[in-house]
RNA sequence: GGCCUUGUGGUCAAGCGGUUAAGACGGCGCCCUCUCACGGCGCAAUCCCGGGUUCGAUUCCCGGCAAGGUCACCA
């Protein structure tokens, strides 16, 4: 068969030669050990939690190997496209320090755009009619009611699935078959001819898993599709080739086609980039785990992270802790340095699958928080509040002065007793509500409501708001040993029964009056924020 | 079902032939304390199973088992 007419045919027209692209995609000029990663997400507008993870690791080794990283579209798949994805890919890892060097929308040198593999078409036709004329890839016109029939025969025979060896049917067709097809305008896809034996197996170096064990690829994939648009895998080895990609990280899930990706490197000539294999975040589901899918798992969409107003720094931090496991005794021990300046290494990297656990980025969280300054807290604060704060909570910044009263104070910044209150912006925002705003309810009191008017007007009559804390504490005990409760904790350790309760339940009293909760900051300082005028007035209303 | 990967407390995990089997989160208890949060101290809890190799296996080998991934003209 001569497979230069066949080719043709097939894809009429003139080409590129190959030596153009190679020349005009040159090798990049990197120093030595320079690696060149990327993120090649498919438009869908979802980006989840997984793909950060990833995302990470391939930020982390390309920076800090002073490398690139860059972002490609793999839009080649059109049922999958959705509108202002990119922008939503774009945004959702900006928030999370995500920098690309180039790429879709990015800016920066574009020597090897385009970034879109729809706007790579010719580049993938050229490389498909050379394969072709190599007698290295066929027509195939089976139909897709063929090919499920040729998958319910295998099953059925528990044979191996797919198109390979005797059930590739399109690949020994001979030349009259095949032009007769084409004359009756039978719509046909372009298969890779495999050569492979997947009962030969081959040593592999996978940075993340180690060495593993791949067997040879038997399947005529389809390499082009009838709509003249590439696979994902012949994509992926045209562009991860031209685009000079030297380290792959990628989701685990790709393992398995990774034999198929070898072939095809083969088969083009083209030298491999190293690959990673990153495994899964997993999501508890009833009995079992299962890998974090974006049907079922929106709340694992990183748009919910930030509707929650997680810092995206705790988040960055919990992701780093899961893909090194050295990552967090280095992180012990230097708590304030740069998260750059830790050393990624891919073979640090978990090779099983891990539990995505909420506890323990909440505690991250807290502790992330912790280290902000008032002003760091408030711009944190206000940033959230204006995307989804309410309206009353974006009211709270009107008076910037009390805000960074309530921060600095009550959460003790800037102190030695730092509080860990809260994880999240929406949290942070519920939790500092009493002071800006009258308590529309109060937990319930433990005592009667004649007690606790007792108590009440007791402390209203000392009140003083210019007292230091000591000084109104005295005040508080007063008040109690007045009322029969004890004034010192070790006196009512010591005997209960001797008293109707101790200064915790009478400050209880008065830190429900006023901010509604059984559970504050210290009340002494909440009361001089508040001041006297509305200290009072809350008081009295809780009379 | 075939193939690949992985199996250390509830979770994330150190460990690489001899350890009281680190640490962190979570849980529980105590202390501090006007409550909570913070902080301090402590407790419970782990080497998937069976064979080898070895004086000795969590660690090495083999075999099971379990879990996950994947078997598209989706990526």
Redesign the pocket.
């Known amino acids: 068969m001569n497979y230069k007419i066949l080719a043709e045919r097939l894809l009429p027209g003139e080409y590129p030669s190959t030596e153009s692209y190679e020349e005009k995609y040159p090798p990049r000029a990197l120093p030595k050990g320079a690696e060149v990663t990327r993120l ?3 438009p ?1 507008g979802f980006i989840h939690l997984g793909n950060l993870f990833v995302a990470i690791a391939n930020e982390r080794i390309a920076h800090q190997s002073g490398g690139v990283l860059y972002l490609r579209i ?4 059109l ?2 496209k959705v509108e202002g994805a990119v922008e939503a890919v774009k945004n959702a890892l900006r928030y999370f320090d995500i920098k690309f060097d180039e790429g879709a929308e990015i800016g920066g040198d574009e020597t090897y755009a385009p970034w879109y ?1 729809r706007q790579r078409a010719e580049i993938y036709r050229t490389y498909v009619k050379k394969l072709i004329e190599e007698g290295r890839a066929y027509p ?5 009611e063929e ?1 499920t029939a040729l ?1 319910e025969e295998q ?1 059925a025979k ?6 390979y060896g005797k059930y590739a049917r399109c690949r020994d067709l001979t030349e009259e078959e095949i032009y007769q097809k084409l004359d009756e305008g039978k ?3 372009i ?1 890779l001819r495999s050569m492979g034996d ?1 009962a030969v ?1 081959h040593k ?1 170096h ?1 940075e993340i ?7 040879e690829n038997d ?1 005529d ?2 390499i ?4 003249g ?5 012949f ?2 080895a045209i562009d991860d080739h031209f685009m000079r990609t030297t380290l792959v990280i990628r ?9 198929i990706h070898i072939e095809l490197f083969e088969a083009l000539g083209f030298g491999r980039p190293r690959y990673g ?1 990153n ?2 975040l ?1 999501k ?2 009833g ?5 974090l ?1 974006k049907r079922k798992d929106p709340e694992l969409s990183l748009e919910f992270y930030r509707k929650e107003g997680y810092f995206a720094r705790a988040v960055k931090v919990y992701m780093l ?2 893909l090194n ?2 990552f ?2 280095w992180y ?1 021990k230097n708590p304030d340095a740069p998260l750059e300046s830790f050393k990624f290494s891919a073979n ?10 909420l ?6 969280s ?2 992330e928080l ?1 280290k902000l300054s008032a002003e760091e807290m408030c711009a944190f604060l206000k940033a959230w509040a204006d995307e989804y704060g309410t309206d009353a909570q974006k009211g709270y910044f009107a008076d910037g002065e009390k805000m960074l009263k309530v921060l600095t104070l009550c959460m ?1 910044i800037g102190g030695k ?6 994880t999240t912006a929406s949290q942070a925002m519920e939790y500092i509500k009493y002071f800006f705003e009258r308590p529309q309810s109060h937990e319930e009191y433990r005592c009667d409501g004649e007690t606790r008017r007792a108590l009440l007007s007791g402390f209203l009559t000392r009140y003083d708001p210019s007292d230091d ?1 000591q000084g ?2 005295s005040k ?1 005990k007063e008040v109690a040993a007045e009322n029969g409760f004890a004034a ?2 070790k006196d009512y350790k010591a005997a209960s029964e001797a008293y109707k309760g ?7 009293v ?2 429900i009056a006023t901010t509604g ?9 909440i009361q001089q924020i508040l001041g006297e005028e509305e200290t009072r007035a809350r008081l009295k209303a809780a009379q």
């Open positions: 090649a997400p498919s869908t793999e839009d080649t798949d049922k999958r593999q195939c016109f089976c139909t897709e090919l998958r099953t528990k044979e191996v699935t797919g198109y719509p046909f896809v298969r997947p197996k592999f996978d898993k180690g060495d593993i064990t791949v067997p399947q994939v389809v082009l599709k009838s709509d648009i590439p696979t994902y895998h994509a992926h989701g685990e899930e790709w393992l398995a086609s990774l034999p294999h495994c899964s997993m508890q589901d009995e079992t785990r299962r890998k899918s802790t899961l496991s050295n967090e005794e012990l640090k990297m978990s090779k099983s699958g891990t539990l995505f656990d506890d323990k980025l909440n505690d991250i807290k502790n912790a003790g007793k730092r509080r860990k209150d809260f804390a109104w504490f508080v010192e904790m101790s200064v915790a339940d009478v400050a209880e008065l830190r909760r059984v559970n504050t900051p210290d009340l002494w300082t």
